[in-house]
């Protein structure tokens, strides 16, 4: 472990992923990398491997090669959930787990904390919970709810980077669903301001007389599919074309749709790009590294909204993160743990769990429509990509470590209006950086389980690709296998990022 004290740090690789000179595409290539440990910043970059030598004497000089230097993944969709539901995640829990896993910044959603960031005053009840309490930085989403218009311009000067709203219930009370009139309204209301407008992309449509099984109760609700058929794609389908219609009413804004699982919403969205309309969406980790297929009677710890879908619903993501301009701009966690009780995980399942929380688990049902949606990856976004691009690579394109720093990293820090300071290595950025095996291979155990509740699809599961070690403005704050956790500080000095976006 090398200690780093001077002003100086280079960081060394025969394999960085950089932005090229003249186009800016992203490239890998061997890099020296100067830091000024005073600014956190980077302060030059260049495209070759200088010396030591070359350095003043007391500059720390760190060689990764042949790892990969990446900058700190961004991700843009994080629940944390704190203060008011900290027993599913929190702060702490929440951001060592990012750190672990070369997430330098993390975007936290707008709800399932009580009070939700709805109001200047449930933003300041974060913030004030946050502070203290960080490993890695972190912005603030606010969200958009019936009657909450007149606060939405205020939380745009107080720095949220965007808003998110429901077009379906969110399953929390205090976060209830807008109707396209309050849509409508908060179009209306943020379209001059520079921010971005998302949605969750799921809207009850007419149902045929065919799809009444519900209604007869006599389904299996410990079969995926059982949960899978009450969320079918045209539930995102006609949400999105809600939101198109209603799209002219702020040509400017940035409208954005979160966790897009069915492929069917891509023509939909790619025709109203073409037509000139301000419209991006993203995906998950789980969406492209998991299928219905492969889901176990009661495994509800693959429960999210909207449902993992099929393999070639997966196969449609992928071939759209590769396509030329895809509508699919970024890939987040959409990490959203609770505790083991609300997943209702059956006993047989268990035996994943850490032994403190399996019992309290034991008596879960496995009922597909009763447990809590939401899947905890934040922190494996890297090893499940990776993981997952090599393994199609054997039959097709899939994006490489060049795409995947893209995906992750610049385009996650533009969606959240931060691309002049995070996500790409370059001078004048912030020194964030992942150092990545991308050939270890490891599999995902309860040890390596840093969230509150240990409770994920992920377990298990064969990972190639490994995050060795972290660094924030500056400063390397996790190495893997170094004590206390891989914590190299006693505390944390992660930041809340309440800066104005101005783009
Ligand atoms: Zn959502
Ligand atoms: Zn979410």
Known sequence: ??????????????????????????????????????SGKIVAVEHAIIPRDRFPADAAYVDCSPKLILPGVVDAHVHLNEPGRTEWEGFWTGTRAAASGGVTTVIDMPLNAIPPTTTIEGFQEKLAASRGQCWVDIGFYGGVIPGNAEELKPLVEAGVRGFKGFLIE????????ISPGDMALAMETLKDSPTTLMFHAEMECARHDGDSAAAAGDEDVTAYQTFLDSRPPSFETTAVQEILAAAHIAPLLHLHIVHLSATQCIPLLRAARAKGVNITAETCFHYLGLAAEEIAKGDTRHKCCPPIRGSRNCDGLWDELVAEDSCIKTVVSDHSPCTPELKLLPRELCSTLAPATAPAAASGSGDFMAAWGGISSVGLGLPILHSTAKKRRGCGKAPDIADMVRLCCSATADQVGLAHRKGTIRAGMDADFCIFDDAEVWTFSQGDVRWKNKCSPWQGHEFTGRVRETWLRGRKIFELGAENGGFLDSAPFGESITEKRFA
């Open 170 to 177: 969110s399953g929390v009370d205090e976060f209830p669903a």
């Open 1 to 38: 472990m090398t200690a780093v004290n001077a002003a100086l740090t280079v960081l060394v690789s025969s394999r960085a992923v950089v932005p090229q000179a003249v186009s800016g595409s992203l490239v890998v290539s061997p890099a020296t990398i100067s830091i000024s440990t005073a």
